[in-house]
C-alpha cells in the first residue's frame, strides 16, 4: 500500500517536528498537522518563522523547506482525517489530576476524542497509529472505539513511540537509534506495518526500523523512559554521596562509563530530571504496575521519583542553609529556567520547584534564561497554586540581561546547562554582586578552581 496523504493530530513537541522531517524526507506524501488550538496552528503557519511555537536547533530551515510544498498546518481536523490514508495521533496524555489514579495514570480523555472524532469523520479504511506514549493495550481501547462507532470502514492501529528527545529533536529524527513499529499479526496488520516502514525507510536504514507486536511497543516506550530516568536518579543519589565524601560525581561518572557495559551516556548528576515525559511516564508505570498487584515492581520504580524529588529538594535546602539560615528578602539569580539547554520547553523543570522552595522562605528571585518568556516563567509559578499570581509576580522579576539578573545577587543559582553561561564574564559578574558572592551549580558546569580564585565561594552538585 502507497501512502500518499497523512494527517496528524496533535501540533505539540512531537507532532511538528517529526512530521516535519517525514514531510521533507518523503516530498510525495502530503502531510497536514491538526491541532484545536488556534495560536499555536497560528505560530506553525508564522510568515518570517521566527514564531514557530518550538524552539529546536534546525527546525527553522526544515518547515521553511516544506511548509506549503508538501506540509501543512491547520485547524480543520475533520477535513485532514477525512483525506489521509494514515493518522498519526500525537496529542498530550498528561497524569490525571481527577478521579480514580489521580497522580499517576495517564488522561486518555484526548487519545479517547480523536478516536471518536476519526470513527465519526472517516469514510474510507485508515491506519490509525499512536504516536503519544500510552500504556500498555491503550491500542485495545482505540480499535473498541473505532470498530463500534466507526461507519463499517476497517481501522488498522499501530504503536509508534516517538523516542526524541527536547533539544536534539532534528538530529534525533533525521538519525535515530531506531524506529519502533507494532502492530497486529494478521495478513492486515503486517500490510499496514510495511506501509509505514516504507514512509521511514526512505532515509532510516531498514535494519534501525524494529517491528514488534503491539503491546510489546506500547510498553518499550515506557520502560525506555523509565530506564533513562533511572540512570540520572541514580548518579543523583551517587551525587549527595560524593558531597559528603570528597569523590567527585563527574569523575565517578567517567571511571563508570567506561565500561561499556555501563556506558557513558545519561550519567550527568544534576538538579533533577525534568521534561513532560520522565515522571509522567514512571508514574504511568508505576500504576500499571499496581493495576496488576505487582507491588515490588511499583515500588521499584517510584524510588526514582522520589530521589529525583530529594535532588530537589536538596538543591533548595543547602542555598538557605549556606546562606546563613535565611534567605528572607535575599536576591537570589536563577541562571536557566528550562528543564534542559537548547530547548524553551519548561515542563516539570527543577527550576520551578526549587524556586517554589526558596518563595516559600521568602526569597527574591530574579530569573535569565535566553530562551525562555517571562509569561511562561509566571504561568508555571502560578500553576502549583503555592501563593497568589499578584505574590509571584512581586518576589519574581524576570530579566533579559544575564549581567543585570546578577547585580546586587545574594547567591546565583544555575538551574539548566546553557552553554553560555560558561562563556560569561564571571569577574564582571563577581564585581557586581554582593559579597560574600555564592553560586549553586547544579548542573556542574562552572569550574570550581576559577570560580574559587575570582572569589566566588561555589558550590556544585556532586563535589
Ligand atoms: P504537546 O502538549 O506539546 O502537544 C499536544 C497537542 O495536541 C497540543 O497542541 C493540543 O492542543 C493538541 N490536541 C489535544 N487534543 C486534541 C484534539 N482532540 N484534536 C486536535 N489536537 C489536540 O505534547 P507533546 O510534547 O507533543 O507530547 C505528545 C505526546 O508525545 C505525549 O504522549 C508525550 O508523552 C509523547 N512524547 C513527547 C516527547 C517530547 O519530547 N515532548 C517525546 C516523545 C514522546
Ligand atoms: C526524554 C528521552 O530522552 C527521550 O528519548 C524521550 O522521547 C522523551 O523523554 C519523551 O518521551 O518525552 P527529554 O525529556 O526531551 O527526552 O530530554 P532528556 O535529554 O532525556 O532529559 C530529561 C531530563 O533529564 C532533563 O531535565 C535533563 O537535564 C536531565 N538529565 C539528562 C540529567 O540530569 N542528566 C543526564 O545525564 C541526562
Known amino acids: 500500500m502507497k501512502i500518499k496523504n497523512i494527517c496528524c493530530i496533535g501540533a505539540g513537541y512531537v507532532g511538528g517536528p517529526t512530521m516535519s522531517v ?55 481536523v475533520e477535513k485532514a482525517i477525512d483525506e489521509a490514508e494514515m493518522i498519526f495521533i500525537s496529542v498530550n496524555t498528561p497524569t490525571k489530576t481527577y478521579g480514580k489514579g489521580k497522580g499517576m495514570a495517564a488522561d486518555l480523555k484526548y487519545i479517547e476524542l480523536c478516536a471518536r472524532q476519526i470513527a465519526k469523520v472517516a469514510t474510507t479504511d485508515k491506519i490509525v497509529i499512536e504516536k503519544s506514549t500510552l500504556p500498555v493495550r491503550t491500542a485495545q481501547a482505540i480499535k473498541n472505539i473505532l470498530d463500534n462507532t466507526g461507519n463499517g470502514i476497517k481501522f488498522q492501529i499501530l504503536s509508534n513511540p516517538e523516542f526524541l528527545a527536547e533539544g536534539t529533536a532534528v538530529q534525533d529524527l533525521l538519525n535515530p537509534d531506531r524506529v519502533l513499529i507494532g502492530g497486529e499479526e494478521s495478513d492486515e496488520g503486517k500490510e499496514a506495518i510495511d506501509a509505514l516502514v516504507d514512509i521511514y525507510a526512505s532515509w532510516i536504514p531498514r535494519e534501525r526500523i524494529l517491528t514488534t507486536n503491539v503491546w510489546s511497543s506500547e510498553l518499550s516506550k515506557l520502560v525506555a523512559n523509565a530506564f533513562l ?50 515522571q509522567k511516564d514512571i508514574l504511568n508505570l508505576v500504576y500499571i504496575a499496581k493495576t496488576y498487584g505487582l507491588n515490588e515492581v511499583a515500588d521499584y520504580w517510584e524510588q526514582v521519583i522520589i530521589m ?51 518563595l516559600n522562605e521568602q ?40 549581567y543585570e539578573a546578577c547585580q546586587e545577587a545574594h547567591a546565583i543559582a544555575i538551574l539548566t546547562e546553557w552553554d553560555e553561561f560558561k562563556e560569561y564574564d564571571w569577574k564582571r559578574i563577581f564585581d557586581s554582586v554582593i559579597k560574600p558572592a555564592f553560586v549553586f551549580d547544579g548542573r556542574k558546569i562552572l569550574n570550581k578552581t576559577t570560580l574559587n580564585k575570582m572569589g566566588f565561594e561555589y558550590y556544585a552538585i556532586g563535589s
Not at 498537522?33 to 526544515?62: F, Q, S, T
Not at 540520572?232 to 567517567?254: F, K, Y
Not at 541562571?335 to 527550576?351: C, I, M, P, Q, V
Request: net charge negative; with cysteine; aromatic share 8%.
Open 22 to 76: 517525514l514531510a521533507i524526507q518523503n516530498p510525495d506524501i502530503k502531510i497536514t498537522v491538526v491541532d484545536i488550538n488556534e495560536e499555536r496552528i497560528k505560530a506553525w503557519n508564522d510568515k518570517d518563522l521566527n514564531g514557530l511555537p518550538i524552539y529546536e536547533p534546525g527546525l527553522k530551515e526544515i518547515v521553511q523547506k516544506a511548509r506549503g510544498q508538501n506540509l501543512f498546518f491547520s485547524t480543520d
Open 229 to 278: 530516568a533511572q540512570r540520572v536518579s541514580s548518579i543523583n543519589a551517587i551525587s549527595e554521596l560524593c558531597e559528603v565524601t570528597g569523590a567527585d560525581v563527574d569523575e565517578v561518572s567517567r571511571a563508570i562509563g567506561m565500561d561499556s557495559r555501563i556506558g557513558p551516556k545519561f550519567l550527568k548528576a544534576s538538579v533533577g530530571f525534568g521534561g513532560s515525559c520522565f
Open 308 to 358: 529525583n524529588d530529594h535532588q530537589k529538594n536538596r538543591f533548595a535546602e543547602n542555598i538557605v542553609s549556606t546562606l546563613y539560615n535565611t534567605v528572607s528578602g535575599k536576591k537570589i539569580t536563577f541562571l536557566g529556567w528550562a528543564f534542559k539547554k537548547d530547548t524553551n520547553d519548561t515542563r516539570e523543570s527543577a527550576a520551578i520547584y526549587v524556586a517554589d522552595a526558596l
Open 363 to 402: 526569597a527574591e528571585i530574579c530569573v535569565y534564561d535566553p530562551k525562555v518568556s517571562q509569561e511562561r516563567i509566571y504561568a508555571d509559578l502560578d500553576y502549583l497554586n503555592t501563593r497568589s499570581p499578584e505574590e509571584n509576580r512581586r518576589l519574581v522579576k524576570v530579566v533579559k540581561d544575564p
